[in-house]
């Protein structure tokens, strides 16, 4: 389990997280939620050790992790996905896939030379990891694609699969539906819910569709302002949508579109009814 207690992440005087406590329960699919500039990313990067607290703690099974290097969080199998390099654009989707053990534990050339032998067992074993990580995705036909070709979608998917390539235990997937259609997203979705139950992988996830939100997570977590707002089931969190959106002045699942928009939200939810159906009918889904 990571436990976050008490996090503030300050930027200059700005509180981008401020004070959170929260849980991922081992063997969840923990969602976390909240409109643009919420604190969402900024709480990954502290908790993944891209940024240091300015106070507070975080805990994994009880361990003190504040502060680890993502390096050192990544050898205790937590990771974020970004930490993982982005693909490499002219290498094949299988060979992307065998690179991430060997760039991520520090394998150096040296090492390469004088061991050939050492070196082409484990390439043998990486290549069947790759092509099994390919099956379990279920984009084995794409093994020989240039990565570079990819969709947003299916560079989502390679990103999953890098993950599988070394042992993750807990990763956080930072708005992994972004641009991604929507059977992609499905397949994104039963990849994950798949890891999560035969793999006992642990998941933390940001993502603005609420479809995907539902259908994958327990529990859910709302951050507005830095702050954790409420925590519960999907459906509990959509029952008290219309609280939420009343404290937050725009709906759970609108990304704010334009900086106009923003300030047009900033401006009612200082007072009266948040806009009538500009933002409401405008949904992720459909
Ligand atoms: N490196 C940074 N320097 C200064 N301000 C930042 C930095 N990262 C994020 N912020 C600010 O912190 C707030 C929260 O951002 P973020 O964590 O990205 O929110 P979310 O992911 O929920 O959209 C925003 O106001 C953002 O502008
Ligand atoms: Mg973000």
């Not at 082409?120 to 099956?135: G, I, P």
């Not at 036909?141 to 990565?147: F, M, N, S, T, V």
Request: glycine share 12%; proline share 2%.
């Amino acid at each position: 389990m990571i436990r976050v207690d008490n996090l503030v992440k300050s930027f200059g005087g700005f509180r981008a997280v401020d004070n959170a406590s929260l849980e991922i329960a081992t063997g969840s699919i923990t969602g976390l939620i909240g409109p643009n500039g919420a604190g969402k990313s900024t709480l990954f990067n502290v908790i993944a050790g891209v940024h240091a607290p300015t106070s507070g703690r975080v805990t994994m099974d009880g361990e003190d992790i504040t502060g680890l290097s993502p390096h050192q969080l990544f050898h205790k199998g937590l990771l974020r996905t970004f930490q993982i390099a982005h693909e490499f654009p002219s290498l094949s989707v299988r060979e992307n896939l065998m690179m991430v053990p060997a760039g991520q534990t520090g394998e150096t050339l040296w090492n390469s030379w004088f061991q050939r032998a050492r070196i082409r067992e484990e390439e043998a074993a990486l290549l069947k990891k790759a092509d099994e990580v390919l099956d379990f995705l279920t984009i084995s036909h794409l093994k020989d694609e240039k990565a570079g070709n990819l969709s947003g979608g299916q560079k989502k998917l390679l990103e999953l699969g890098r993950t599988m390539m070394v042992e993750a235990k807990i990763v956080f997937l930072d708005e992994v539906g972004a641009g991604v259609n929507r059977t992609l997203l499905n397949t994104i979705g039963d990849a994950i819910v798949r890891l999560n139950k035969e793999r006992g992988y642990t998941f933390c996830v940001i993502e603005h569709d609420m479809d995907f939100i539902g259908r994958l997570c327990d529990p859910v977590i709302v951050m507005a302002e830095g702050k954790v707002l409420a925590e519960g089931s999907a459906a509990h969190i959509m029952e008290n949508e219309a609280v939420i959106e009343a404290y937050l002045g725009t709906g759970l699942k609108n990304k704010v579109k334009s900086d106009e928009q923003a300030e047009v939200m900033a401006d009612e939810s200082h007072g009266a009814q948040p806009g009538l159906g500009d933002e409401a009918g405008t949904g992720e889904a459909s």
